[in-house]
C-alpha cells in the first residue's frame, strides 16, 4: 500500500510540474553492472579548470527504489554549482528496470558512488573532507544508508575508502524497508550533521514519524535540524518545477546549514523568481 501511494504521489509530481531541467557539463561513470554503466550526471563549478579541489555533493532521486530518473534534482545540482560545488546526480539500478533486490543492491551503488568520487578526488578535483550527500523520499534512505548503514557494501572499490559523508540532506525521508536498512532503526552516535524536509501534509511520511527520528538523532548528540512545510506533500522540495516555492525555501536553509557545517562559506546565493512568493514563517515549523 504504502508503495502505491508514493508511486502515485511521485507520478502526479512529474506529470503536472513544469520542467526545469538544466544540462549536466559532462558525466562520469562510477560503476558497471552486468554490462551497464551507472552514470553520475556532473554539474561544475564556474573556475573548474582554475581551481584545485572542491566541495561536493552527490544527490540521489527517489521514486521508491523502482522509478525515476536523475534530472529530477538537475535544478538543486545546477545551484550548488553556481556555489562553488562539484554537484552530481546519481542514477542506480531500480526494482522495475534491473531486477533487483531494493533497497539493498541501491545501497551498494550509492556508496560506491561516493568511494568513486574519493578514490578519484585528484583527477577529478574533489575535496574528499567536504563531501555532501542529499536526496528524496527513497533517494534520502540512500543518502542516510552512506553513514548509517555500514554492513552494506560491495567491492567494486577498497572498503578502506570511506563512505561516509561529512553532512547529509534528506527531503521527505521514504525509510520503510527492512530494519536493517531502516536509519530509522540505525541511529548511532557520532553521525555526519544533517537536515531535514518533510510536509505536514504528506500522506506517506507522517510528520511525528520524523518528529520521532529527529528526536532519536539528538538523543544520541547528533546535528539534526527538522523543517516542517505545514501544507507540503510528497516531493514539496523538488525543484523541476520553477514556481515552486519551497525548492527556493529548502535550498536557503540547507545552504545556511552547509556554511554552518564548514562545507561552504560566504551567504547564500539563491532567489525567488519575481513572480514566486517567499515562503512566510506561519507555513513551516522548526524543530533544532
Known amino acids: 500500500m504504502f508503495y502505491k501511494i508514493v508511486l502515485f504521489l511521485f507520478i502526479s509530481l512529474n506529470l503536472f510540474s513544469k520542467a526545469n531541467i538544466p ?14 554503466d551507472l552514470k553520475l ?57 534491473d531486477k533487483i533486490t531494493v533497497p539493498f543492491e541501491c545501497m551498494k551503488d550509492a556508496k560506491s558512488a561516493i568511494r568513486y568520487l574519493r578514490q578519484n578526488a585528484s583527477q577529478l578535483k574533489v575535496d574528499s573532507d567536504k563531501i555532501v550527500v542529499a536526496g528524496g523520499s527513497a533517494g534520502a534512505q540512500l ?35 527492512k530494519k536493517e536498512w531502516s536509519p530509522t532503526h540505525n541511529v548511532v552516535a557520532d553521525l555526519p550533521p544533517m537536515i531535514i524536509f518533510s510536509g505536514g501534509n504528506d500522506k ?63 551567504q547564500a546565493t539563491i532567489q525567488y523568481p519575481q513572480r514566486v512568493k517567499a515562503i512566510s514563517k506561519e507555513r513551516v515549523f522548526y524543530y533544532p
Request: charged letters at 20%; glycine letters at 8%; proline letters at 6%.
Open 23 to 36: 544540462d549536466p557539463d559532462t558525466y562520469w561513470t562510477y560503476k558497471s553492472v552486468a554490462g551497464k
Open 41 to 97: 550526471s556532473v554539474f561544475l563549478p564556474e573556475n573548474y579548470e582554475a581551481g584545485k579541489k572542491f566541495p561536493t555533493i552527490a544527490i540521489f532521486h527517489g521514486g521508491s527504489w523502482r522509478v525515476g530518473n536523475p534530472n529530477m534534482h538537475y535544478a538543486d545540482c545546477k545551484y550548488w554549482a553556481s556555489r562553488g560545488m562539484i554537484a552530481v546526480s546519481v542514477k542506480y539500478r531500480l526494482k522495475d528496470e
Open 143 to 177: 543518502a542516510a544508508s552512506t553513514a548509517m548503514i555500514p554492513k552494506v557494501n560491495d567491492e567494486v572499490y577498497d572498503l578502506a575508502i570511506s563512505a561516509k559523508p561529512q553532512a547529509i540532506i534528506l527531503y521527505n525521508p521514504w525509510f520503510k524497508c
Open 204 to 266: 506517506a511520511i507522517p510528520v511525528q514519524e520524523m518528529v520521532d527520528f529527529h528526536k532519536s538523532m539528538k538523543a544520541q548528540s547528533n546535528k539534526t535540524e527538522l523543517y516542517i512545510g505545514q501544507d507540503g506533500k510528497h516531493g514539496f522540495c523538488n525543484g523541476r518545477n520553477p514556481n515552486n516555492p519551497f525548492f527556493y525555501w529548502s535550498i536557503k536553509h540547507a545552504d545556511d546549514f552547509l556554511v554552518k557545517a564548514g562545507i561552504l562559506s560566504g
